[in-house]
């Protein structure tokens, strides 16, 4: 059973605060093993465990029926910029897009690791859905959030949550002679438990965020390893649950739900309605997380039908095809960007661009982007800003009208010429080049 150790601080008179001169005691968490198996006691949760896997089961099976680019993505930046939003660190998905850019200049810290966050969230759901789950593959995916801190180790030093110092924290993490004991633990159960997924990545995740295995980064890995291991069970393969959407919006529950995670109470009846509590919470924001998914949906499919008509004009080896793919990953991009994206040169990068700007899937950059060549999408931009608390930092204009195809003499060809800006007038199924008057 977990427990409360009660630790003794002598007086500091050099401390910053007065608790920290006068000394006192603070308590220190020790977390019970994992479980073989999870008992369902309350009837209610049981029920609560079959609904919410039911539902992520069919989202699941709906994104491997319809495995878009723009849907895992949006799926996958969402629930990453959501997830740092938790910890603090909140910038527009424009600004985080753009810093990865060499190009361009002005972006502050926050970007960059919020970025960091969506870069560790991808590798985490690639690398930890096929491995084993070793002790090196948490520390890859701590790794890659935090690259100025990347230990390949756990902390070696007492860690707590808020405060100046254990004595005013409101959390103290177990010692960090326990932590490595504490991992192998986790991730034997990783490794061998029976439980419903959904079940088992909540309690993964509670139990990580209680050993606090790493100085900084918890939250964001934990959140990382529940997705990691949806997608390892398979429940959740071909895209990312956006918990965090719902858990940012409450997020003194969700701190609430975690704290009531750690009893210490020697009675099992007592562990049982903690866990059964914390797993409540989580799986009723798995429900309204699905939900979240199911709109994430309709929003991608209004973007593919706006761009539509002008895709379908395209030819079918038109460079521009693959700009589109660029900008699905990849909605704010730089001339040298596309550039070295599709492997062409600078000139043909700008004309693609522009002729994009023309029909309206990108826009010029304003704003801090103003005085540099910066495009975006403000069609796929629209849908991350949407999950953004605050009002919109972009907007979604009508697209311009596509110009009709010129028929005289029998159905005509309609692939739109980059240079001219207008379709090519030689018979359906012509050979050679397109061409136009």
Not at 117 to 128: G, K, Q, R, Y
Not at 282 to 309: C, E, H, K, S, Y
Not at 378 to 401: C, E, F, K, Q, S
């Amino acid at each position: 059973m977990g427990r409360w150790e009660r630790v003794a601080v002598a007086p500091d008179f050099q401390g910053y605060t007065r608790r920290e001169r006068e000394g006192g005691h603070y308590l220190r968490y020790h977390p019970s093993p994992m479980p073989t198996a999870y008992r369902t006691p309350d009837p209610a949760l049981g029920e609560l465990v079959t609904d919410a896997s039911a539902r992520v089961a069919a989202l699941g099976q709906r994104l491997r029926d319809r495995p878009l680019r723009l849907l895992y993505a949006t799926l996958l930046r969402s629930e990453s910029i959501a997830s740092s939003w938790i910890e603090g660190l909140r910038d527009t998905p424009r600004n985080v897009l753009a810093a990865r850019l060499d190009e361009v200049h002005g972006l502050g810290s926050t970007s960059h690791e919020v970025l960091r966050n969506i870069d560790a969230m991808s590798s985490a759901v690639t690398t930890l859905a096929r491995s084993s789950w070793q002790h090196t593959d948490v520390h890859a995916v701590h790794d890659a959030l935090l690259p100025h801190d990347a230990r390949s180790s756990y902390r070696d030093e007492q860690v707590f949550i808020g405060g100046r110092s254990p004595l005013t924290a409101s959390y103290v993490a177990p010692p960090h002679g326990d932590v490595t004991g504490l991992m192998d633990d986790l991730l034997g159960y990783v490794r061998s438990t029976g439980d419903p997924p959904l079940v088992a990545a909540a309690l993964l995740h509670a139990q990580f965020e209680t050993i606090h295995p790493y100085p900084d980064g918890n939250g964001r890995t934990g959140r990382a390893l529940f997705h990691a291991y949806l997608a390892r069970s398979g429940l959740v393969d071909h895209g990312v649950l956006p918990l965090s959407l719902v858990l940012r919006d409450d997020t003194q529950g969700y701190v609430d739900a975690l704290t009531g995670f750690r009893s210490g109470s020697a009675a099992t009846s007592e562990v049982d309605a903690a866990r059964g509590a914390y797993l409540t919470y989580m799986l009723n924001a798995v429900v309204d997380a699905a939900q979240i998914a199911d709109a994430t949906f309709a929003g991608v499919d209004d973007v593919l039908a706006r761009w539509g008509p002008y895709v379908g004009r395209l030819r079918a080896d038109s460079s521009i095809h693959r700009l589109l793919d660029v900008l699905v990953e990849q909605p704010v991009v730089t001339p040298g960007y596309v550039m070295d994206a599709l492997g062409v040169t600078r000139t043909t990068a700008s004309n693609s661009l522009v002729e994009l700007e023309r029909v309206g899937i990108v826009q010029r950059a304003g704003g801090r982007f103003r005085r540099q060549v910066v495009y975006q999408a403000n069609d796929v931009l629209a849908i991350l800003d949407r999950h953004v608390p605050g009002p919109p930092t972009v907007t979604v204009n009508p697209m311009p009208p596509v110009a009709p195809v010129r028929r005289y003499g029998g159905a005509r060809c309609g692939a739109l010429l980059s240079r001219k800006g207008v379709p090519c007038t030689r018979t359906a199924g012509h050979p050679g080049p397109c061409r136009a008057p």
